[in-house]
T-cell receptor
Framework: EAQVTQNPRYLITVTGKKLTVTCSQN?????MSWYRQDPGLGLRQIYY???????DKGDVPEGYKVSRKEKRNFPLILESPSPNQTSLYFC???????????????FGSGTQLSVL | DAKTTQPTSMDCAEGRAANLPCNHS???????VYWYRQIHSQGPQYIIH???NNETNEMASLIITEDRKSSTLILPHATLRDTAVYYC?????????????FGKGITLSVRP
């Protein structure tokens, strides 16, 4: 089954304790992206990657890191989490085509992160 | 990207058609209309998209007005599982980044 898999589904941590949220897709998609969703603010893009070893900042990258060493994986790293990073996080992927407009995003099931 | 305006919420009876409106009066010629939905904090799910012509797939139909300033998503036979937040998005996806801006969407409640 084609899917984007995120882990963990729920995570509670404390301020300053490094954590990684994993994301993996089995569709051989070139493009992957991370979003956070907060009440009243909709989904906001954190980082995205258009291929292996190619990453770029989205709209809210502060406090986050990503890496793309393999095509299927795109982990989100919080080096020193803070309470304002408490949010619902989604990973997404799609094929890269030209033009890009005709490709739909596939989303993971989400990771609910609480930073105390 | 052009902005969209959707009602906050609507409901419909199970088995009936659900018609979800969206206004995008500032849409540009190269911008597509996308619809996604999100069922209770799950990941958003793609439904359909279109540029000028009406589109239909196994999930829904998309009707775009001739001036492209508004569109309607139609779920022909709504079920309880269609209860969700539906997002109407317009985007040209400049470059190759999926800059889909998800607004607040419309909450559809399907009643038995």
């Amino acid at each position: 089954e084609a899917q984007v898999t995120q882990n963990p589904r729920y995570l509670i941590t404390v301020t300053g304790k490094k954590l990684t949220v994993t994301c993996s897709q089995n569709m051989n998609h070139e493009y992957m992206s991370w979003y956070r969703q907060d009440p009243g603010l909709g989904l906001r893009q954190i980082y995205y990657s258009m291929n292996v070893e190619v990453t770029d900042k989205g709209d809210v990258p502060e406090g986050y890191k990503v890496s793309r060493k393999e095509k299927r994986n795109f982990p989100l790293i919080l080096e020193s989490p803070s309470p304002n990073q408490t949010s619902l996080y989604f990973c997404a992927s799609r094929r890269m085509t030209t033009p890009a407009t005709n490709e739909k995003l596939f989303f993971g099931s989400g990771t609910q992160l609480s930073v105390l | 990207d052009a902005k969209t305006t959707q009602p906050t919420s609507m409901d419909c009876a199970e088995g009936r058609a659900a018609n979800l409106p969206c206004n995008h009066s500032t849409i540009s010629g190269n911008e597509y209309v996308y619809w996604y939905r999100q069922i209770h904090s799950q990941g958003p799910q793609y439904i359909i998209h279109g540029l000028k012509n009406n589109e239909t797939n196994e999930m829904a139909s998309l009707i775009i007005t001739e001036d492209r300033k508004s569109s309607t998503l139609i779920l022909p036979h709504a079920t309880l599982r269609d209860t969700a937040v539906y997002y109407c998005i317009v985007s040209a996806q400049a470059g190759a980044n999926s800059k889909l801006t998800f607004g607040k969407g419309i909450t559809l409640s399907v009643r038995p």
